[in-house]
């Protein structure tokens, strides 16, 4: 029954359709090599060799398709007759001429597609009265620089894309009127500087894609007035080796990512201001080391990627301050640990990502072994490379059973610790060796009798060698004292003590210069260290001593100079004075501050 009556209607339906196809047809006509669909109002001319805009087009149309064709030029008033028009896509034709007024009377257009094509010049006025445009492509021509006022119209563009082409300038007022544009994407441009003037009319930019540009370093305040930007992605700029420290000031970002560069290291200045930021990616750059305290202000922080960085070191409380971080990709590195003494609180961490790295499976990640049926780990399982009895191992494959064989971690014990007590002449060089085992190979620090750290980073006359030597270049009286040896890994530490007398040499002269030219005071800036350790009377009574021989050195050294300065001058003056300076325990002494420097004043006869 049912068949049959559909077979009956089958006739007329098509009857109808072809009637109003028809009567469409002629109404609009459709030029002679294109597709139209009436229904939409469209017109398709993709890819049909022509070199120019073809005839039959029907007024009314709304979308004309006229990409991969042989169009070279667009005269004024090119589509005068289609005032209906809301999307026109030239896209990869030959255009290297517009003319002013080729747009004129298309109010309704919204999307204008001119990417691919052999532009180097839009004119001025190109755009006007656009009003209603929100989406505008011209990546990939040959345009050179970006005139003022070109798109001062286009109060309703949300969407600009300028990639690919051969900027070499933006003018300043270039992106006046674009007050409503809220995506904008510059590209594989010759541009090489980005000025903050420019960016300044954009007060609803919401998305800024910077993406392969010759960009050097990122300048002060450059972003400052897009108060509205919530995602910067600066991608592939080689040579961008700094951040500023307010190159992000006034900006209130989400989403940032700077990968491709050549930065090493965080820019932890830059980033500071960013409170608001949730998603960071560093993916990409020469970082090595993730210093401590890097992430400090970014409080909001989910998402951290540091991916295929040649990260070898995330330091102790590198991730401090990212409370509510829920995602940290740090696969593809050259890491052989991820502290839990890194972060903040592991707690709020959902995925990670620590594969493809060196890791060496001992106490240190015991951490993600315990979390390892919760954590997600993105399919990725993070894999032993040491010790050699598991290595290949994946993490989850261990049953618990066996987990306190192999995380373990064995507490540093320093080798040879026979007392070393070293006397020397001033300007001479000292060493004292601290070797210790342990298990992962532990870290070997000193500190001096004034309580500075002194690590194999220190600068200046002492310094730490790899293999935990503690070297002192041109040896002073005030160097004298008991230093301390502190050998510490993940499983505890070791200590160990050794001290050095500085004798005042009797030619003063011989080495004194060159340290004092060498070694800079001011420039010296070592950490302090409170230390924990309970020093045993001797010792104490020691460095009290040493102290109290070095100021007594001292003056009996200007003494000594004063005599022989006499003896060699005579009489011509009879005015001088000796200046001996305190070193200062807590910051660098103020020059003109009190007790910083005291001055003893001498007349002679
Ligand atoms: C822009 O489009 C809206 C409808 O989307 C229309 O009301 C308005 O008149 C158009 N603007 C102009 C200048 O034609
Ligand atoms: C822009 O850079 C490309 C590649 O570096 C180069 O081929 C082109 O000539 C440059 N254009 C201008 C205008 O300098
Ligand atoms: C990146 O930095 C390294 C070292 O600072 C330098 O040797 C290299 O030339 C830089 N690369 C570029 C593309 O500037
Ligand atoms: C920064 O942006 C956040 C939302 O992304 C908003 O809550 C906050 O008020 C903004 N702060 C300022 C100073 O604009
Ligand atoms: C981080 O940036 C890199 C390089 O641009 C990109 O490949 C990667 O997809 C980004 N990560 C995420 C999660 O978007
Ligand atoms: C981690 O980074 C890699 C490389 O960029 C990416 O493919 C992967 O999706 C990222 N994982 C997560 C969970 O974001
Ligand atoms: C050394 O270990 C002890 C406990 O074994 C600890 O109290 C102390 O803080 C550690 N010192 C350093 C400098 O790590
Ligand atoms: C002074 O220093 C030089 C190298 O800087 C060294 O060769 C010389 O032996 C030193 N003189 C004395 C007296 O220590
Ligand atoms: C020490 O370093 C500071 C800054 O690094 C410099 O201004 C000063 O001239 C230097 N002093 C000497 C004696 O080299
Ligand atoms: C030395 O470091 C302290 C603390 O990091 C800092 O306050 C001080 O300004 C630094 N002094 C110099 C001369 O760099």
């Known amino acids: 029954m049912m ?27 459709c030029p002679a090599r294109c597709e139209c669909t009436p229904q939409i109002r469209s017109v398709d001319c993709h890819r049909k060799r022509l070199s120019a805009i073809p005839d039959g087009i029907p007024s009314e149309t709304k979308l004309l398709d006229l990409s991969k064709n042989r169009i070279r030029c667009l005269n004024p008033g090119e589509f005068l007759f289609f005032p209906r028009l809301e999307e026109l896509d030239l896209s990869e034709n030959v255009i290297s001429v517009i003319e002013p007024g080729a747009f004129a ?107 392969h540009l010759g960009i050097s370093n990122l300048e002060d305040q450059n972003f400052r007035k897009l108060s509205s930007l919530k995602q910067l992605e600066i991608d592939s700029w080689t040579f961008l080796e700094d951040v500023c420290p307010t190159a992000f000031q006034g900006l209130n970002l989400t989403s940032l990512s700077i990968t491709y560069t050549n930065l090493t290291s965080v820019p932890v200045a830059a980033l500071k201001s960013l409170t608001y930021l949730e998603y960071l990616n560093l993916s990409y750059n020469p970082i090595r080391i993730i210093q401590r305290g890097s992430f400090r202000d970014l409080v909001r922080l989910r998402e951290l990627h540091i991916v295929g960085a040649f990260l070898t070191v995330v330091e102790l409380q590198a991730f401090y301050g990212l409370r509510q971080i829920r995602l940290l990709n740090v696969s593809n590195n050259l890491l052989s640990t991820l502290g839990e003494n890194s972060f903040q609180s592991v707690n709020t961490l959902e995925t990670l990502r620590v594969d493809a790295n060196p890791l060496a499976c001992d106490c240190r990640l015991l951490w993600i072994l315990q979390r390892r049926k919760t954590l997600n780990f993105d399919g990725h399982q993070p894999v032993c490379a040491s010790p050699v009895e598991i290595q290949g191992n994946a993490l989850c494959d261990f049953p618990d059973s066996i987990l306190f064989e192999y995380f373990t971690c064995q507490k540093p014990k320093i080798r040879d610790r026979k007392l070393q007590h070293i006397i020397a002449h001033e300007g001479q060089a000292v060493s004292f060796h601290c070797k210790a085992d342990g298990e992962p190979v532990p870290l070997i620090v000193w500190v001096s009798p004034q309580r500075r750290m002194i690590t194999s980073r220190s600068v200046g006359r002492s310094t730490v060698l790899p293999e935990g030597t503690l070297e002192i270049r041109y040896a002073q009286v005030q160097d004298s004292g008991t230093y301390i040896c502190i050998a510490t890994n993940a499983g505890g530490n070791d200590t160990y003590f050794a001290t050095l007398t500085v004798k005042g040499d009797n030619s003063p002269y011989s080495n004194r210069t060159l340290y004092l030219s060498e070694y800079n005071e001011t420039s010296h800036n070592d950490t302090h260290v409170f230390l924990k350790f309970t020093l045993d009377l001797k010792t104490i009574l020691v460095s009290t001593a040493m102290g109290c021989i070095t100021f007594l050195g001292v003056v009996l050294f200007c003494f000594l100079l004063l005599f022989v300065w006499s003896r060699g001058r005579g009489q011509h003056k009879n005015n001088f004075s000796v200046e001996y300076s305190f070193r200062k325990v807590d910051g660098p002494a103020s020059a003109a501050g009190q007790g910083g420097a005291r001055k003893f004043n001498m007349k002679m006869i």
Do not use: H, R
């Open 3 to 29: 068949s049959n009556k559909m077979a009956s209607c089958w006739p007329s339906i098509l009857v109808f359709n072809l009637l109003l196809l028809c009567s469409e047809e002629n109404a609009l006509g």
């Open 105 to 211: 009377n298309l109010f309704w257009l919204q999307t204008l597609k001119l990417k691919g094509n052999q532009l180097k010049l839009i004119p001025a006025g190109v755009f006007n009265k656009l009003c209603n445009l929100t989406l505008l492509d011209i990546s990939e021509n040959k345009i050179v620089i970006l005139l003022d006022f070109m798109f001062q119209d286009l109060q309703n563009l949300k969407s600009l894309e300028v990639g690919d082409n051969e900027l070499l300038y933006i003018s300043q007022k270039a992106f006046f009127g674009l007050v409503g544009l809220e995506q904008l994407t510059i590209e594989k441009c010759n541009l090489t500087t980005i000025s903050t003037d420019s960016l300044s009319y954009l007060q609803g930019l919401e998305i800024l894609k910077l993406c």
